[in-house]
């Protein structure tokens, strides 16, 4: 445990930033889990749905985008963008194989 105050601090920034980080990073992880079902069921509509945004039967959104959520982590810095751009590029490309 930290002594000084602001290592005290540190410690309690660090752990706000972790929590923040990881809410993030499970939601990218439901949305390519979704996404890599999709494709492996070979259903081209599900995953462009998944891929885009997520819509209920109303029509209004309920969940971001795979898409936007790669953005959103590129924006939070919690991946870089050439790796956020290599992300989409390959989940593309995985939606065009099946198309």
Avoid: W
Avoid at 16 to 25: G, I, M, T
Avoid at 49 to 74: A, E, H, P, R, Y
């Amino acid at each position: 445990m930290p002594i000084i105050e602001s290592a005290k601090k540190q410690l309690r920034q660090s752990q706000k930033r972790k929590s923040r980080n990881d809410h993030f990073r499970s939601l990218y992880r439901e949305a390519r889990v979704a996404f890599e079902k999709a494709i492996k069921n070979k259903d081209v509509e599900a995953a462009k749905l998944v891929f885009t945004n997520q819509k209920d039967k109303d029509g209004k959104n309920t969940k971001s985008g795979l898409q936007s959520i790669i953005d959103k982590l590129v924006k939070k810095n919690i991946i870089h963008a050439n790796n956020g751009a290599r992300k989409k590029a390959k989940f593309v490309k995985m939606l065009k194989a099946i198309s």
